[in-house]
């Protein structure tokens, strides 16, 4: 049975940061792909950014570029996503996605049917 669980979550003043954790397990983790995403109310759900867990390569979303950064341990099945300079518009549920196609490790990293495993999700707020 495969298990994501996040972890790290909170809130936050604007400029702030936050490292969520993923914790995976019951699945083939050291080459496929992962990925975080987010959802606000009333919003679709979006990709944030990808990792392959075998060769490290990495896709971000435009809106996150050089403020987030995603990270693997393979040792431990984790996954982690440093948010710097956190902004009012980064507010979510995060969630922690793994690859269940065997598509997602490319350009279309953010489509949502490729991954057919997730998380809970953990809440991030940025206020003042």
């Known amino acids: 049975q495969v298990q994501l669980i996040e972890s790290g979550g909170g809130s936050v003043q604007p400029g702030g940061s936050l490292r969520l954790s993923c914790a995976v397990s019951?699945?083939?983790?050291?080459?496929?792909?992962m990925t975080w995403f987010r959802q606000a109310p009333g919003k679709e759900r979006q990709g944030v950014a990808a990792i392959n867990t075998g060769s490290g390569s990495t896709h971000y979303a435009d809106s996150v570029k050089g403020r987030f950064t995603i990270s693997r341990d393979n040792a431990r099945n984790r996954v982690y996503l440093q948010m710097n300079n956190l902004k009012t518009e980064d507010p979510a549920m995060y969630y922690c996605?793994?690859?269940?196609?065997?598509?997602?490790?490319?350009?279309?990293?953010?489509?949502?049917?490729?991954?057919?495993?997730w998380g809970q999700g953990t809440q991030v707020t940025v206020s003042s």
């Open positions: 019951g699945y083939s983790f050291s080459d496929n792909c």
């Open positions: 996605a793994a690859d269940s196609s065997g598509l997602a490790c490319g350009r279309s990293w953010h489509h949502v049917p490729f991954y057919g495993y």
